[in-house]
């Protein structure tokens, strides 16, 4: 029995590796070469669906055209609820891109056993746990956010920042930097506790792998994706139609 918890302990599932990476020199520049890993990794496995579900459409569909169709549905429906009838189909690739990277990203962290991939430093995980990720996403979507209110109501844009006294300007301003803040620190928070907390289980019990917990952890990923698609699609909807709410009400 102590020879098989022996080479059972041999085999590293879990470690407690915070902080530390595997850099890509570039000149000065340092790049975390784990995430353009694992990112690429996500990305691949999008492309490959995605390819699969339409080099030979059915008009009745099944396998993968079938589960794509049911993915692009759920995305439209996201949208649709957020921006509106009007104004979510130019919309839709931003927040299904967003959507389906974070899902499967964090659904990567939890079914595939990065730990046994060894680096020369750092460790391999989901690309949603490091904050440079996150803050990236944030950031294309405060992009977004701009891009919706400038194209929608030109320099009317502005008048949000003074309504409905030029008092709340400074906090007018604030908002728009806490908004990327809390989409990039609540996702990444969310991502790295759900796998350290998998990480200490599976270090002190080996035997039992905590699969009921790894099962709540798929579930919360999910929650988590689908909770940072939705705030997306209500900024963007937000930038659109201002503080008044003057066109809101006449959809």
Do not use: C
């Not at 918890?5 to 915070?18: D, I, K, P």
């Not at 990236?136 to 320099?155: D, E, H, V």
């Not at 796998?195 to 792998?209: D, G, H, S, T």
């Amino acid at each position: 029995m102590l020879n098989f918890l022996n080479f059972f302990n041999s085999f590293t599932l879990a470690e407690l590796e915070v902080g530390h990476h595997f850099y890509w020199q570039l000149g000065n520049l340092k790049l975390h070469g784990q995430v353009f890993l694992t990112s690429w990794f996500v990305i691949a496995i999008l492309v490959v669906a995605s390819i699969a579900a339409t080099r030979n459409v059915q008009r009745i569909p099944s396998g993968i055209q079938n589960f794509m169709e049911y993915a692009l549905e759920f995305i439209r429906d996201l949208t649709k609820n957020q921006l509106g009838e009007k104004e979510y189909r130019p919309w839709v690739p931003f927040i299904g891109t967003l959507f389906l990277f974070i899902f499967v990203s964090n659904w990567s962290g939890a079914l595939i056993p990065w730990k046994l991939i060894k680096l020369p430093s750092g460790e391999l995980a989901a690309p949603t746990n490091d904050i440079n990720t996150t803050v990236a996403l944030a950031l294309l979507t405060s992009l977004a956010y701009f891009y919706a209110g400038f194209s929608k109501r030109g320099l009317g844009y502005f008048k949000k920042y003074i309504e409905p006294t030029p008092v709340l300007l400074p906090i007018a301003i604030l908002e728009d930097f806490t908004k990327p803040l809390s989409l990039s620190f609540r996702l990444f928070g969310n991502i790295l506790a759900d796998e350290l907390v998998v990480a200490v289980l599976v270090l002190l019990v080996p035997l039992f792998v905590p699969l009921p917990v790894m099962a709540l952890g798929l579930f919360t990923s999910a929650i988590q994706a689908l909770v940072f698609a939705t705030l997306a699609g209500a900024y963007i909807h937000e930038a659109m139609e201002g503080h008044g709410g003057e066109e809101h009400e006449e959809h």
